[in-house]
């Protein structure tokens, strides 16, 4: 099949390509932008439904981005040539690698959760900087996570910045996006215990009995958690903090907790 | 003291500050950038003596900015007060905030650390991402390390990236560049146990003994640990991992294994 080859910057295409860095325009257009070939290869393997495909052999930093393209086109995905310069404006990365795909965004609802006999959940709150909530998808992943819940979520899990810092997580753990009230109903349902970090607590997170069905909860980066999780918790657990006061932020907080659950319910993630 | 304004971008004095966000400019003047409110904040309070300090009030975010310019300058530091453009030629970071200090390096040696009983260190080796190393400094600082020492390091401890993404603790937690042969030797005649995290491990880090004196080794993303740690250590260990083989960074990996040690050492950082 011909690829459509774009090299005007007014092209209508580029336009919506940056539109699509913005929430708004996303949750109305209801998709997502996953820059580079890393992010790209990970969609595809984990069959995200790419729709369409930019590229642009002058920014290819590899050997391999044929053989991706010819893999995003059998699956369905179509592609777009673009010149250096119409790509440099599409980008928003600071060094791109010539792959931008846009893909339909997903909404899985608490009841999509496949839970086991003992899940082990990560439930955030009013997460602010995209960075941490990418990092906070890869420290779940890494510890073994069924699921996580983003509650009230003031960035949306499909920030280009999100996808970045998830390294791809995003498109294989489960995330569901959901008001903390119904989180914490859903949880008490299930017997899930919620744990929840705070500063305040005088209960250090080690003495806490993490093992069984267990959901870790964090609050935001400027305001910690709101009162239904620190009413509302089984526990409220505090991290012990030796230096500044401020040298865990919340995804180094989210990893420390998650690894201490890991090494009680059996040391392997 | 009249202060001097700078408003030609030509000035020679911009372009010094430009080149010190380079390695071998900032070597050759032995001196290296701290820019923002926060990070000259604190280094003023670690009694850094901050050589000169450019500002440019049209960027301010605060109003507190005024106290810390009086503040520097008592302490001796020459201010400069740059105009809206000729900051933004100055400033590396994307979201400046008017402030920009230059500092001279120090150099530190093993000698230097003041070892308690049973001492916490932190051992890097060639670590390429100013984020992670900052990441890691803090992360030492939370976990209450003695020191933290940088081996054959690729990147510098004064990348401006480091300093930023250390939150000031490069201001405050002794840091110490050396050859890997010497620290390794320095280790063993002072009877540290050297713990090395490497993903092949079979013993899992949860299953060492990380109480006593004790050095947690860390390698490079990309290489790992050279075979000097991996043959020198007393004790290699890996972290379980779930999910995709990268969602743990070096940063990570350190965070981790730190916080298990303060967990064994009685649980306070």
């Known amino acids: 099949m011909p690829v459509e080859i774009i090299t005007s910057l007014q092209n209508p295409r580029l336009k919506r390509l940056v539109r699509l860095r913005?929430?708004?325009?996303r949750d109305e257009e209801r998709a997502f932008l996953i820059e580079g070939y890393r992010e790209v290869r990970r969609a595809l393997e984990r069959k995200v439904a790419l729709?369409?495909?930019?590229?642009?052999?002058?920014?290819?930093?590899?050997?391999?981005?044929?053989?991706?393209?010819?893999?995003?086109?059998?699956?369905?995905?179509?592609?777009?040539?673009?010149?250096?310069?119409a790509f440099a404006k599409v980008a928003y990365r600071e060094r791109p690698d010539g792959i931008l795909a846009v893909a339909p965004q997903?909404?899985?609802?608490?009841?999509?959760?496949?839970?086991?006999?003992d899940p082990l959940l990560l439930v955030v709150e009013a997460i602010e900087k995209p960075g941490n909530l990418g990092t906070i998808l890869r420290?779940?992943?890494?510890?073994g996570c069924d699921a996580v819940i983003v509650c009230d979520p003031?960035?949306?899990?499909?920030?280009?910045?999100?996808?970045?810092?998830?390294?791809?997580?995003?498109?294989?753990?489960?995330?569901?996006?959901?008001?903390g009230i119904a989180v914490l109903a859903w949880l008490r349902d299930r017997g899930i215990r919620a744990v929840a970090t705070t500063p305040a607590a005088p209960m250090l997170y080690t003495d806490s009995d993490l093992r069984g069905p267990l959901a870790v909860i964090m609050g935001s980066e400027q305001f910690g958690l709101s009162d239904l999780w620190l009413k509302g918790a089984d526990q409220c657990v505090r991290i012990p903090m030796a230096g500044q006061a401020d040298s865990l932020n919340v995804a180094m907080a989210a990893l420390v907790t998650l690894f201490e659950a890991v090494r009680q319910r059996g040391g392997r993630a």
Chains 1, 2 share one sequence.
């Open 154 to 179: 003031v960035t949306d899990i499909f920030n280009p910045n999100v996808v970045r810092a998830s390294t791809g997580v995003l498109f294989s753990l489960p995330c569901v996006v959901e008001e």
């Open 22 to 25: 913005d929430r708004r325009p």
């Open 139 to 143: 420290s779940a992943d890494a510890a």
């Open 106 to 117: 997903w909404r899985r609802t608490l009841s999509d959760i496949a839970l086991p006999a």
């Open 51 to 85: 729709g369409e495909l930019y590229y642009s052999p002058g920014w290819f930093l590899g050997e391999n981005e044929p053989a991706l393209l010819s893999e995003a086109e059998s699956a369905g995905t179509k592609l777009f040539e673009l010149s250096k310069d």
